[in-house]
């Protein structure tokens, strides 16, 4: 079952609301305060009716998905937006290479492969004291 949430806001001095269908509560907060920065926000509900004619948003999902070539793989994280799981991957992986390089005392390689228009990409950490690698993947859900 989806879940909907009816966001009410003020734009122009009008009271207005909108469903949002997210996976919880916080995304589709976020979503609405990173997309809707001209209204002010009012609060948030979770609904199951949509009155006629109420606008219907779905609110779209990017996943960080991180993997090793060795077969292990950590719990998928979960964002509303691009650039926040671009941000992510980016911060994770400058970490994973500074503390892989200073514990092993070696060059760590870096391979970045961006794609704005498709909004997906890839980071990929090659460890070279052992030949292994480390996989950071932004996909839409």
């Known amino acids: 079952m989806e879940?909907?949430?009816?966001?009410?806001?003020?734009?122009?001095?009008?009271?207005?609301?909108?469903?949002?269908?997210?996976?919880?509560?916080?995304?589709?907060?976020?979503?609405?305060?990173?997309?809707?920065?001209?209204?002010?926000?009012?609060?948030?509900?979770?609904?199951?009716?949509?009155?006629?004619?109420?606008?219907?948003?779905?609110?779209?999902?990017?996943?960080?998905?991180?993997?090793?070539?060795?077969?292990?793989?950590?719990?998928?994280?979960?964002?509303c937006s691009f650039e926040d799981a671009w941000k992510a991957a980016k911060d994770m992986a400058i970490n994973e290479a500074e503390i892989t390089s200073m514990e092993n005392d070696c060059e760590v390689g870096l391979s970045i492969d961006k794609n704005d228009t498709r909004q997906e990409g890839e980071i990929i950490l090659h460890y070279t004291y052992d030949g292994t690698y480390c996989h950071y993947k932004v996909v839409k859900f």
Do not use: H, M
């Open 3 to 79: 879940n909907k949430y009816e966001i009410s806001y003020v734009k122009n001095d009008v009271p207005q609301a909108n469903i949002y269908i997210a996976e919880s509560e916080e995304l589709a907060e976020r979503y609405f305060k990173a997309t809707r920065p001209d209204c002010l926000y009012a609060g948030i509900r979770k609904t199951n009716t949509v009155k006629p004619g109420q606008p219907v948003i779905e609110v779209p999902l990017w996943l960080l998905k991180i993997s090793y070539s060795w077969g292990d793989e950590e719990a998928d994280q979960k964002f």
